[in-house]
T-cell receptor
C-alpha cells in the first residue's frame, strides 16, 4: 500500500559532501515536492516539479537542486552539504489540475529522511 | 500570497476530553484546506480536506473540521481524544492550479494525559 517511498530513513553525511535524497511514487502523480521540516518552523518548500524535467524553486532553494528525469522519481541534491542543512526532509506527490476531480487533491507524503550533516 | 497560522504551539488534553485545534488562513479566493497529522518520526497523513460545499467536513479517526469564511478559520475538532491521538497536527492551504502547491502552518503538538 506504500505510495511514496523515500530511499533512506536516516542519513549521516560529512560537511562538503554531495548528497542525494531519492523519492519515488507509484500513483502516476504529475506533481512532486520536497520540503524540509524543522522544529518551530513547520514545513518549508524547497523545490517542486509539475512534470518530467520541469522544476520550480520553492521558498528556500538555496544550497539545493533537484532532478526529475522520470515521472515517478524526484531527487533532491545537496551540492555541498553544510551543518545548517541538518533536518527532516519530506517528499510528497499530488495530482495536478489536469488529472481529475479537485476532491482528489492533497499531498501524499513519504515517511521522511532525517539527515544529519557533521 | 497564501499563509496559515496555527496559534497554539503545544496543547495538552486529558484522554476522553474534547479537542479543538485552531487554524487561520489568508487567501484571496476560496481556499482548499487540509489537516494533516504526523506521528513521531513519520511522514504526514491526511486527516481531512475541504474544497467546497458543506462547511463541516468529516475525516478519519473521528476528526472533523469546520470552514468559517467570515473568520478565515478551519478548526479541527474531536469529541473525545484517545491517547493514540498524541502527535503533531498541521493545517495547510492551497488553491486549484499552480500545481496545487500547499502552504503549511507551523504545527500544533498535541499531548494527551492519561
Amino acid at each position: 500500500d506504500v505510495k511514496v517511498t523515500q530511499s533512506s530513513r536516516y542519513l549521516v553525511k560529512r560537511t562538503g559532501e554531495k548528497v542525494f535524497l531519492e523519492c519515488v511514487q507509484d500513483m502516476d502523480h504529475e506533481n512532486m515536492f520536497w520540503y524540509r521540516q524543522d522544529p518551530g518552523l513547520g514545513l518549508r518548500l524547497i523545490y517542486f516539479s509539475y512534470d518530467v524535467k520541469m522544476k520550480e524553486k520553492g521558498d528556500i532553494p538555496e544550497g539545493y537542486s533537484v532532478s526529475r528525469e522520470k515521472k515517478e522519481r524526484f531527487s533532491l541534491i545537496l551540492e555541498s552539504a553544510s551543518t545548517n542543512q541538518t533536518s527532516m526532509y519530506l517528499c510528497a506527490s499530488s495530482l495536478s489540475g489536469r488529472q481529475g476531480d479537485p476532491s482528489n487533491y492533497g499531498y501524499t507524503f513519504g515517511s521522511g529522511t532525517r539527515l544529519t550533516v557533521v | 500570497a497564501q499563509s496559515v497560522t496555527q496559534p497554539d504551539i503545544h496543547i495538552t488534553v486529558s484522554e476522553g476530553a474534547s479537542l479543538e485545534l485552531r487554524c487561520n488562513y489568508s487567501y484571496g479566493a476560496t481556499p482548499y484546506l487540509f489537516w494533516y497529522v504526523q506521528s513521531p518520526g513519520q511522514g504526514l497523513q491526511l486527516l481531512l480536506k475541504y474544497f467546497s460545499g458543506d462547511t463541516l467536513v468529516q475525516g478519519i479517526k473521528g476528526f472533523e473540521a469546520e470552514f468559517k469564511r467570515s473568520q478565515s478559520s478551519f478548526n479541527l475538532r474531536k469529541p473525545s481524544v484517545h491517547w493514540s491521538d498524541a502527535a503533531e497536527y498541521f493545517c495547510a492551504v492551497g488553491a486549484a492550479g499552480g500545481g496545487n502547491k500547499l502552504t503549511f502552518g507551523t504545527g500544533t503538538q498535541l499531548k494527551v494525559e492519561l
